[in-house]
């Protein structure tokens, strides 16, 4: 029946005013279409709502009424375009309400950010704010996004926007790089980050950093983002003398990274160099020693070299985002010539949507664990009806597209990232593949929970989230049916929701764009860190079959090791800083360059290992305390959730307290801040001993006076080096 | 209000993040000094997105009133 498009269809209403019959037929036009719509459809007929309703707001509402029994997609939202235009926003958000899950992509971020719009203007602010996340976390499009970001302004005037973290970035750099400010400002609201921006002047990111007194300085940066593009190196086609190039263009930005670290305390991003799609040399520019193209590349690899010996500091791999991107789109000559801007406009989110993941990443926000469906998302068929024979799996293009997507995730669980099994299966029929299928990538050994059972997903993902100890938001659900997927997001609001596309062809390609996963660096306790889960739960096994905690404690033959920080074990630190929620008493996070200024400022730091007869647990536990007065401060304290419950605190305050007293400290002060996750460490002190006293600020203060005894566990075995490292290292 | 006009005061709204601005033909930078030269990026970037089309060098500079955007809007057959 419907042989035109919508679109060309709404076209041939032209313009306003539509006369009583045209209403009309717009009304049995939109009330007729079932079909999904797509964003330039939706589009058109929020304008042509618009303009009615601006025309005559009588007509409007009435064409609204006429519409209350649409059920289509275009029926329904040309409603809530109209209710919206009247002002009747609480309406317009219900008229939504059955649309908002039915979609994904850039149709899914205009119906979500309509919603969120009408759930503000009617005052349900607590309600809309997920809905604007979600248009932030689906869009791509600058527009769209640069909206989202004024109605986040323009909302937390009102209320309180609710973030993980909040985050100072500069931006720097020798293009116009204004316009990526509101679309970042939305994609990192998307992550949970309040993003506060402050962008540099025009191609003066070298004076910016060198200057003491310059608007960066007096911005105070946690992140520096220095975007440099590859016109402002400027390379001849031909060089004569590439290596000296690339050694002076390197030295260069190391020492601005330099400065960034030492002197404002701030983490680098450094951008790379896109090689451009056009050079007047041809295929040559990369072919000739001294072709530009050539040497790109080697400044590229050089920087990541660099990078790799200066701690704080992250290489964005601009030329792979505008490869992916698409590089004859990523630049716009026209707004070069006219403005000076790069990349394109329309490059302009999956540059921010990049940068978000690096920054998700320095904050400690990226996801830790994929939960994972089985039948469809690791398999094709259903293990319960098809048996092993049956399933798609290798052996053929149907299957291989799983067998690929399995490397793919093997491969992101190389870099710390838990995999789980949240299936409704039978729990036999579930493992069969992983144990007998010779297709299967994944092992058991690689899935550190593995639940199959016919209960709702939500309640199998608090369960894989509390086996693993982390919170929802840092978990995301793998499902390829979009039923679960739409419960999930509606029950469970913190965790991340593949939208898996229907063909197995393109799960990885969905995966790769989700950018929840970035890593700065991979740590041995990253690459162990399954078996270490594993471990954990055959130690609850254990648990429930001894009897007291001591006993349970004494039978686990546990390990300690107590050492300063030094530098093979800072990364570990700073990312345990940075990441660690539950066990932390202060949840104060900082990058490598103030770790290393406290403990040259002669800061007692203590790093914990624990093992025991189940495996090494690595470097698990953080403390830092600040000489202050006739005393210490602890300034941060904090344990990774996966060594919890086992005495540990006790041993890790015991070697604090014995170099209290051999340093003739006076007293100890410790102090508890409280957040949405760390409440199972509020009486922590004083569980310890310690005497509370008192409020300052948003700190509850507590102080254990010297000369008392401190016994730690007996049953645990310590080894503490961190007695005759003395204050200075 | 005709919908391209309809559309343009949309942009105009957006890129001077002013939702009462009201679309009329003599609005240009001598007249309304928020339309500066990153206002005027802001605009040109919008109608190509809004009417999916592309300004050369010379319609981005020549385009600096509403009618001359308008203008350079029909003759390139956008919105219709």
């Given at each position: ?131 604007l996340a979600?248009a932030c976390k689906?869009s791509?499009?600058?527009?769209t996004l640069r909206n989202a970001a004024r109605l986040l ?29 509101p679309i970042l400002k939305a994609q990192c609201f998307g992550?949970?980050?309040?993003a ?153 989110p999956?540059?921010g949507?990049?940068?978000t ?373 | ?80």
């Amino acid at each position: 029946m419907h042989t035109v498009s919508l679109e060309l269809a709404l076209l041939q209403f032209g313009d306003p005013p539509y006369s009583a019959a045209t209403i009309s037929e717009l009304w049995e036009l939109a009330s007729s279409r079932e079909t999904a719509c797509a964003a330039a459809e939706f589009l058109r007929l929020e304008h042509m709502a618009g303009a009615i309703a601006s025309t005559n707001a009588e007509a409007a509402l009435d064409l609204a009424a006429r519409l209350e029994p649409a059920r289509g997609d275009c029926g329904c939202w040309l409603r809530a375009s109209l209710l919206e235009a009247c002002g009747r926003s609480a309406e317009a958000a219900d008229a939504l309400r059955f649309l908002r899950e039915k979609y994904s992509g850039e149709e899914r971020a205009l119906l979500m950010l309509a919603a969120a719009r009408n759930l503000f203007a009617s005052g349900h602010a607590n309600q809309a704010w997920n809905p604007l996340a979600e248009a932030c976390k689906s869009s791509a499009v600058p527009r769209t996004l640069r909206n989202a970001a004024r109605l986040l302004a323009q909302a937390r005037k009102k209320t309180e926007a609710p973030f993980r973290r909040s985050c100072r970035i500069a931006l720097l750099s020798s293009v116009t790089i204004d316009f990526l400010a509101p679309i970042l400002k939305a994609q990192c609201f998307g992550a949970g980050i309040d993003a506060e921006i402050y962008i540099g002047p025009f191609n003066q990111y070298e004076q910016e950093i060198r200057d003491p007194h310059s608007g960066l300085a007096r911005f105070r940066p946690e992140v520096i983002a220095i975007g440099t593009d590859w016109r402002s190196l400027g390379l001849r086609d031909d060089e004569e003398s590439p290596e000296e190039v690339v050694r002076g263009r390197c030295a260069q930005l190391e020492s601005l990274w330099r400065e960034s670290r030492e002197r404002l305390g701030a983490t680098v991003i450094q951008f790379n160099y896109e090689a451009p799609p056009f050079d007047g040399l041809g295929q040559l520019s990369a072919a000739l020693p001294g072709g530009r193209g050539r040497l790109l590349r080697a400044i590229n690899v050089a920087l990541w070299e660099a990078a790799g010996r200066a701690p704080g500091v992250a290489i964005l791999d601009v030329d792979q985002i505008a490869g992916r991107f698409g590089k004859d789109r990523w630049s716009d000559p026209v707004l070069w010539h006219t403005a000076k801007q790069y990349p394109s406009a329309e490059a302009m989110p999956a540059l921010g949507h990049q940068l978000t993941a690096m920054l998700r990443a320095i904050l400690g926000l990226s996801s830790k664990c994929i939960a994972l469906d089985l039948d469809g998302v690791l398999w094709g068929g259903v293990i319960g009806e098809d048996g092993l024979a049956g399933i798609k799996l290798g052996g053929g293009p149907a299957g291989e597209a799983f067998v690929e997507f399995q490397r793919y995730l093997q491969s992101l669980a190389r870099t710390g990232v838990l995999l789980a099994v949240c299936s409704k299966n039978n729990p036999e029929d579930a493992v069969l593949p992983f144990r007998q299928h010779p297709e299967m990538v994944l092992r058991e050994r690689d899935i550190a929970v593995f639940i199959a059972n016919w209960k709702a997903k939500e309640e199998n993902l608090r369960a894989i989230a509390a086996a693993m100890n982390i919170g929802l938001d840092a978990m995301v659900f793998v499902d390829d049916n979009p039923v679960e997927r739409s419960r999930v997001r509606q029950n469970l609001p913190e965790i991340g929701v593949i939208d898996l596309p229907a063909d197995p062809a393109q799960y990885v390609a969905a995966m790769g764009r989700c950018g929840l996963f970035e890593t700065l660096a991979i740590t041995s306790e990253d690459r162990g860190r399954t078996a270490s889960i594993r471990e954990n739960l055959e130690r609850r096994t254990l648990e429930s079959t001894s009897g007291s905690v001591d006993d349970y404690l004494a039978q686990l033959d546990i390990k300690v090791q107590l050492t300063p920080f030094d530098e093979v074990n800072l990364p570990r630190i700073v990312q345990l800083i940075n990441k660690t929620n539950q066990f932390n008493l202060t949840t104060r996070r900082c990058g490598d360059a103030e770790v290393r200024a406290l403990r040259a400022a002669g800061a007692y730091t203590q790093a914990m290992r624990a093992s025991d007869r189940f495996g090494d647990s690595g470097l698990t536990g953080v403390l830092i305390a600040i000489p202050e007065g006739g005393g210490l401060r602890v300034d941060t304290w904090l344990m990774s959730c996966r060594v919890l419950g086992r005495r540990l605190e006790e041993v890790m305050f015991g070697a604090l307290v014995r170099y209290a007293a051999q340093n003739k400290y006076m007293y100890i002060t410790g102090e508890y801040i409280s957040t949405a996750k760390n409440s199972q460490v509020a009486d922590l002190y004083v569980r310890l001993g310690c005497a509370a006293t008192g409020q300052k600020g948003e700190s509850r203060l507590f102080r254990w006076d010297m000369g008392r005894m401190f016994l730690a566990p007996a049953m645990l075995v310590c080894e503490d080096l961190t007695q005759r490292a003395g204050a200075a290292v | 209000m005709t919908l391209i006009d309809q559309r343009l005061q949309q942009i105009f709204r957006e890129a001077f993040e002013d939702d009462k601005l009201t679309l009329n033909d003599s609005l240009s930078p001598e007249t309304f000094p928020a339309w500066d030269s990153l206002g005027h990026v802001k605009l040109i970037m919008g109608c190509e997105e809004e009417f999916g089309v592309k300004f050369t060098i010379e319609e981005t500079i020549e385009s600096t009133s509403v009618a001359q955007l308008k203008a350079t809007l029909a003759a390139k057959g956008a919105g219709r």
